[in-house]
Structures are given as C-alpha cells and as structure tokens.
C-alpha cells in the first residue's frame, strides 16, 4: 500500500492504545488528551509487535493485515463503549494565562515544533546509520521483512550445526525481538523493506514521550508554562534528539518506555490512582522486551513501590538488610543456583552473572575521568547534570522534613537508585570499558532522562496540601466508568 499503509500502521495502533485509555480517562480533565495521546502511542506500538510475533505462523504479511483488522475492530468497540459511558462529575477547567505565560508557553512550544521538524526531516532523508541497527535491530527486521517469515536468529554454534538453512545469527542474537518488531510492522503494510519507514516509529516515540510526559505534568499540578519550560528541558536534550536523528538505537524506546512508567509509579504514589499503577505495572513489563537493561530497572519500580508504602526507619533497614545479605554471600564463598526456564544465577567476590543479563567480572576500576566527562563536560546534557545534583541533596533534604511525601521517597529511590547502579556497573564490573570507550555510558543514563526531569518538575511544582490530592482523588473517583 506504499505510504498510505505506512500512516495506516503508524495511526491504527496509537489510536487504539487513544481509544482504550480513554475509557478511563474520560472527560477533559487537566493533562488527560496528552496524558493519553502519548501512552497509548506505546501500548498501540506494543501491542503491535505482540500481535506480529502470534500471527507469525500465518507468515508475516498475513499477521499484519490480521494485525490492522484488530486494530479496526478495538477502535470501533472501545468508541461504542465510550458513546454508552456517559461522564459523571464536572470538568475542572484551568483558570486562563496571563498574557506573558502565553507568549512564554507558544514560544517555547514553537521551538519544540521546529525541532520535530528538523528530525522528521533526518528521519526522511538519513539512511541507516546506527552501529547498533547494522549489527542487530534493523538487521533481525530486514531479514523478516524480505522473508515475509519470523525466522529465528541462533548463537554461532548452532548456526553451524543448522541444516535446515531457517537459522541466522548474529553476535547479539539473544536480544529481545520488540524493537526489531517495531523497525518490521511497518514496512510489512509498505510491502517492502524501506528504511524510512522502518524509522519512523522512533520520530512518533519522540512525540509520544513529550506528549506523555506534558500529561503527567499537567496532571500532578504544573501551571503550563512550568509543564512546557521542563517539556522543553526533556525534549532538547543533544543525546536524546540524536537517537531520534539516527533512528534505529533500542535507547530510545527504553528511555520512553520505562520513564513514563516511573512517573505513573510516582503518581500513583501520590494519589493512589488505580489507572496510573496500571499504567505503570503494564509498561514496566513491556522494559525486559526492548533491551535486556529493562529487567534490571524493574528493580527499581519494586524498591520506588515499597519505599512508597513504607514509612519511618523501614526504608533505611530494608536496604541495609539487602547490602548486608550481599555482603555476607560473598564472604561465605558466594551461592550458586539454577533458576528453572531461566538459567543459572551466580555471585562470588569476583563474578556475578545474571540470567537473560549477562556474566560481569567483579573488581573496582578507575573511570572517574570519563563518567565525570559524560556527565559534567560532554554535550550529550546541556547542563542538566548539575541541575540533578542539586535536586539530589534538596530532595533528601526535604524528604525529612515534610510529611505525606510518599511520592517523594518513592522518587527519590528510583533517582538515587539508578545512579548507584550505573556507578557499580561502571566501577566494579568490566563493563568499565563502556564508560572508557563512551559507547554505552551515555546511552544508559538515557533511559533514566525523563525520570529525572520530572523529579525536578516535583520538586519545583511542590504539592500544595493535602486537601488539594483529596479533591483530586474525589475527581479522579468520578470520572472512572462504572
């Protein structure tokens, strides 16, 4: 169907995810069209490549097609649904901007707008570019899209002994299939493999972030002009619009996809909102299916999730209690297990290895300089490093300082969290070199991005009161269908 069927792909399943979540975000409460026009972009994506994957046995093209005939009949049913729910409760409506935060807000939002602009035009005109998408993503999805077939992808060994000749491999071959799902869907309605088109879902990831991210600002409370001057902040960062540029890297994906469900896990603890601990449990367990990073930060969800809940000196204990357990297996000798469909789970004083992640040699490396240079000095941030360390020691500050801040404890983990775990990977494992070679150092703090720049959005847009989230869980109470 040429390009026609590539907006067919890239519209039919983001409005899919729309439709379904309006179901719960019903009425026009502050930050629910953008709140729901990005998030449903992900799940639409998502759900997509989940489709594609089941219907692979009726071969690929066939599956798309099914896939799109799906996605009709959700649209169509979750509309009826809507028609037969009417909304109960007011609509709270924002008070109008003064004429400068007006002039403020299109300005910066005119900027942004350029800026799309100027990476849908990479995106159009740049061919293939990422080492990453020649050794791994684009390659698995070209192969697919020529074949019309989910042909697997095997370690060198078995590629060997294959006498089939279905077998490919490659040196990343145990990597998840989601983003290279993502670069196929696609090109499949295309009707051939066109890299444009394979590259377009990373521009509309691009757009979905910012949308998402603008919801959930409006939606804990930012004015405007503070939701667009840190939607600003997120969407120019040098290293983020370079992975939209040279489409094809799985960071980007991750970055928007765990960073919107760290900010529904946040708002969830603020306000107990069922829908936004969905939102957050559902694209937690999309994180594992684009690199195998996202099983690692799922960690920090659960860890946000019971700093949340847990108040007083329990936090503090339980994380002792963790350290102190790590530190005793190690003494004692280390432990060794399988775990069954998994593999096996080994830690000692000098390896650990993880499965579905990885085998790390244990030991302190010396990598001050070139963290410290990605950070501090290189162009991938602006200045926003300073401005995180900043909000580090205000957020401890505050956190013993005021009450009900759940949500703050919860942030605050998920922040502090992170960073001690790209120092260990990056100090006491050999995956040192990343960081020396500044490969990989940069791309893993991507995902954390828009994390952090909302915890610096919540604590520059401090909740009010109390009484204020009461009349916003009453409002969030009326409008969830019955």
Known sequence: MGWFGVCLAIVLPWLAGVVALKQAWRGNATGTWPLVLGYGYLLGLFAAALMLYLTAPLGLRAGAWLTMLVFVGAIWLGLWRIRRSPLAGAVRQSPPLPRWQSVVVVLLLCWLAVRVIGLALEVWWQP??????????????????????????????????????????????????????????????????????????WLGCFIALGLGFYGQARTWGATPLTSTVFLWLLLSLPLLNAHVALAGYADLWLAATFGLSAIACVQWSRTGDRRQGVLALVLALCCPFIKLEGTVWIVLLIAALLAARLSGRWPILL???????????II???????????????????????????????????????????????????????????????????????????????????????????????FFTDAYRWAVQSTSSARLMLHF?????????????????????????AEIGSNIPR
């Open 128 to 201: 293939l570019f990422p080492w990453d998408a020649w050794t791994t993503w684009s390659v698995r999805a070209r192969l697919w899209s020529e074949t019309g077939q989910l042909l697997p992808f095997v370690s060198a060994a078995d590629w060997l002994n294959d006498t089939s000749g279905q077998a490919h491999t490659l040196n990343a071959w145990t990597y998840p299939k989601a983003v290279s799902l993502f670069a196929l869907w696609p090109t499949l309605v295309y009707g051939e493999w066109n890299e444009t088109a394979a590259n377009l879902p």
């Open 332 to 426: 004692t000798g280390g432990a060794t297990f399988m775990l069954p469909g998994f593999g096996r789970f080994e830690l000692t004083a000098s390896l650990i290895q993880v499965p579905l992640i990885g085998r790390f040699e244990l030991g302190f490396h010396d990598s001050w300089r070139p963290m410290l240079n990605t950070l501090f000095i290189d162009g991938n941030w602006h200045l926003f490093a300073y401005a995180l360390m900043a909000a580090s020691f205000y957020g401890m500050f505050r956190v013993f300082g005021a009450k009900d801040v759940g949500w703050l404890r919860a942030e605050l983990t998920l922040v502090l969290g992170s960073l001690l775990m790209l120092f260990v990977l990056f």
């Open 319 to 329: 994380l002792g209690a963790a350290i102190g357990s790590v530190i005793l297996v």
């Open 449 to 473: 991005m828009p994390l952090y720049v909302f915890y610096l959005l919540s604590l520059w847009a401090w909740p009010r009161s109390s009484s204020v989230l009461e009349t916003r869980s």
